[in-house]
């Protein structure tokens, strides 16, 4: 046997070395998880109706999406979300559902105060219904027979 020989024998091995399991990510997830957990919970607390919910919390900043029924609830869940200890940012991709309208024709002797009293039971909301019609009416005091304006289920 001669030297390479033995050299060749003897020689170790290098097997690598299993990576070590990453401790630091695994409580950061686990910490991010029980974020979530409670961000999910102030928005369940909220009690709205809110289709296809997305939640996702990272670097302290949650990411919202969905469906919901209404500016207010939209503007409730970013009010709430703001309030999470923790959260220094809300990215609000919230989508506000068409509200429910029907078309009303103006008829002789209308005005918006008298529709507005015959739909919502309150002659003020007439407001409301000029603001969300003012691509059709340029006063709230001139309307014209045959004017076609949009009337919401609700106010």
Known sequence: MGLFDFLKKNKKVNTPTPPKPDVSAKADEMIRQQKLMVIDNTIAALGLDIENLNIDFYNNS?????????????VAVVEALNTVDGVYSVDDRLEVAAPKVEIYV???GDSL???AKHYYGD???YKEL??????V???????FPGQEIKIPKEL
């Not at 949650?62 to 939209?74: I, K, M």
């Open 130 to 135: 000029f603001e969300l019609n003012k691509d």
């Open 137 to 143: 009416l340029k006063d709230p005091n001139t309307i």
């Open 113 to 115: 105060s008298k529709i």
């Open 123 to 125: 002659p003020m909301k």
């Open 62 to 74: 949650v990411t919202v999406s969905g469906l919901v029924q209404s500016d207010a609830d939209r």
């Open 106 to 108: 103006i008829q002789k």
